[in-house]
Nanobody, 126 residues
Framework: QVRLVESGGGLVQVGGSLRLSCAVS????????MAWFRQAPGKEREFVAS????????NFAASVLGRFTISRDDVKNTVYLQMNSLKPEDTAVYFC???????????????????WGQGTQVTVSS
């Protein structure tokens, strides 16, 4: 069984930064593509960023491109989301997700992901 635990959320002012972490249990982390999604109140869950199992390729939603980066540490079994220049519209619950070794339906499609964390709240105040 794979378990994902997010941390690092909180309240931040506009223009500030946060780094989210997702700790993954199990021995298969290094073979899994990973991603972050988010869900704002009253809205559908949306793709934010993904990273391949090798860490050699990443994808970003247009709304966060240039402000967010994603990285992984296969020794610590952790994936990170560095969020800079935060905006009020970034306010959401952020979820970590683990795919199989490749993104079956593409990195932006939730169906590609087998396991999900419980989410961490990010609130950006203006």
């Amino acid at each position: 069984q794979v378990r994902l635990v997010e941390s690092g959320g909180g309240l931040v002012q506009v223009g500030g930064s946060l780094r989210l972490s997702c700790a993954v249990s199990g021995r298969t982390f290094s073979s899994r593509g990973m991603a972050w999604f988010r869900q704002a109140p009253g809205k559908e869950r949306e793709f934010v960023a993904s990273i391949t199992s090798s860490g050699g390729s990443a994808n970003f939603a247009a709304s966060v491109l240039g402000r967010f980066t994603i990285s992984r540490d296969d020794v610590k079994n952790t994936v990170y989301l560095q969020m800079n220049s935060l905006k009020p519209e970034d306010t959401a619950v952020y979820f970590c997700a683990a795919a199989s070794n490749f993104f079956s339906f593409g990195p932006e499609n939730m169906r590609s992901y087998e396991y999900w964390g419980q989410g961490t709240q990010v609130t950006v105040s203006s």
